[in-house]
């Protein structure tokens, strides 16, 4: 069952939407404020996010900048600002959809199924024998999976995809700013220290000893690479 967090302040309006979509088999959770819908969004597994964009504590937009920072699910900002420049900015953040209230229920549901099946087939559009094996690692693009000696680790899908990145380039070195345009597709503008504290998670799943690397290598001034 697909699982979806409504991040939306106005009660009356987030319980409707709830509704409509548990009639279509979806599980849903709300949150009624930016904070807390935040920190479900950052630190649980959607499948979709329905996001207000006026919201008491952390405003819509800031929440959409920081699930793109860390996940690639679709995410469908609901406002009532009509104004272009607000639908711009939404999607320049990385929303995949932009819906003005008020608007109908129905049609809400239609494009949250439209956006899942989308999302699903591009999950499901690479190769059935993409695997990595290097020594004790196994990486399987397809089902977005890692085995270390065997044991199946959890990563973030920015985790994931920093960790396929540096596999697939294997002893080339790469600075911060390179991995954070790569990864998360956009210019660093400052926020690098993203791409360390995630080397650093990587490390901690997949070494053996994080403080001596077998996998992930600091090359002091200039980056990382990815030894084999």
Known sequence: ?????????????AELE?????????????ANDGVKGL??????????????LM?????????????RMEKNTPVIMVSAKKEDIDKIR???????????????PSEMVARVKAHLSR??????SASANDIIHIRGLKIDKRSRRVWVNGEEKSFTTKEFDLLVFLAQHPNRVFTKEELFNKIWA???????????VHIKKLREKIEFDSARPQYIETIWGVGYRFKV
């Open 39 to 52: 920190e479900m969004a950052l630190n649980n597994d959607y499948d979709l996010f329905i996001l207000d």
């Open 186 to 196: 956009m210019d660093s503008m400052g926020q690098i220290a993203t791409v360390t």
């Open 119 to 124: 999302y699903d087939r591009l999950i499901n």
């Open 18 to 30: 709830k509704d409509y979509l548990e009639l279509s088999d979806f599980q849903v959770e709300i």
């Open 90 to 104: 939404g999607l320049g953040l990385g929303a995949d959809d932009y819906i003005t209230k008020p608007f109908s």
């Open 1 to 13: 069952m697909k699982r979806i967090l409504i991040i939306e302040d106005e009660e009356s309006i």
């Open 55 to 67: 919201l008491p504590g952390v405003d819509g937009f800031e929440i959409c900048r920081n699930i």
